[in-house]
């Protein structure tokens, strides 16, 4: 079955800690996106890849970083610098432009 | 800037009944889309329905439909004889035009309706 995984479903930061969280997508699609969520809101766009070896900030890229080396796979990292890190992190593809992106099951992220 | 506003934080329907979930839109581009998703408990972001600005008919997905009201900037979500299994939060999005700040039709999301359906 075509879809996107992400993984793990929960992780937990200690202070000063980089955790990194993984998305992969068997869709074929070129363009990937990471959103966080916190309670009660929307979702706000972090960061998102047009093409592989490619990216570009969204509204909130401060105190992350990604990399996508390869279609499949964009992994996003949670550094130290982002002080408050506890939210829902949404992973996303779609076709470059495509109409309907297309949503993983999501990472749940709680500081220690 | 592009805005999309959900005035219903929650709503309640009683199973079987149709109910609408409001939503509006700020964008000055003549080209743009309109989406719903739906986000039950366990989290995942569940593709609804689609509208494209130059469409002429309402979108329709089984039972759900987009009343889209272009000159009013509104696209209401009609969900037709609820289900139990209805109850979520639901959210309103649009994309952004191409090349709007050098976005490629990223996603603007409102703040969500949460849907409870009562038996």
């Known amino acids: 079955d075509g879809g996107i995984t992400q993984s793990p479903k929960y992780l937990f930061r200690k202070e000063g800690q980089n955790v990194t969280l993984s998305c992969e997508q068997n869709?074929?699609?070129?363009?990937m996106y990471w959103y966080r969520q916190d309670p009660g809101q929307g979702l706000r766009l972090i960061y998102y890849?047009?093409?592989?070896?490619?990216?570009q900030k969204g509204d909130i890229a401060e105190g992350y970083s990604v990399s996508r080396e390869k279609k499949e796979s964009f992994p996003l990292t949670v550094t130290s610098a982002q002080k408050n890190p506890t939210a829902f992190y949404l992973c996303a593809s779609s076709i470059p432009g495509g109409e309907t992106q297309y949503f993983g099951p999501g990472t749940r992220l709680l500081v220690l | 800037a592009q805005k999309i506003t959900q005035t219903q934080p929650g709503m309640f329907v009683q199973e079987k009944e149709a109910v609408t979930l409001d939503c509006t839109y700020d964008t000055s581009d003549p080209s743009y889309g309109l989406f719903w998703y739906k986000q039950p408990s366990s989290g995942e972001m569940i593709f609804l329905i689609y509208?494209?600005?130059?469409?002429?008919q309402n979108a329709t997905e089984g039972r759900y439909s987009l009343n889209f009201q272009k000159a009013r900037k509104s696209a209401n979500l009609v969900i037709s004889a609820s289900q139990l299994g209805d109850s979520a939060m639901y959210f309103c999005?649009?994309?952004?035009?191409?090349?709007?700040?050098?976005?490629?039709?990223?996603?603007?999301f409102g703040k969500g309706t949460k849907l409870s359906v009562k038996p």
């Open positions: 999005a649009m994309r952004e035009p191409l090349n709007y700040g050098g976005s490629q039709g990223n996603l603007i």
């Open positions: 890849s047009q093409i592989v070896n490619d990216f």
């Open positions: 509208q494209g600005s130059y469409d002429q």
């Open positions: 869709l074929n699609h070129d363009a």
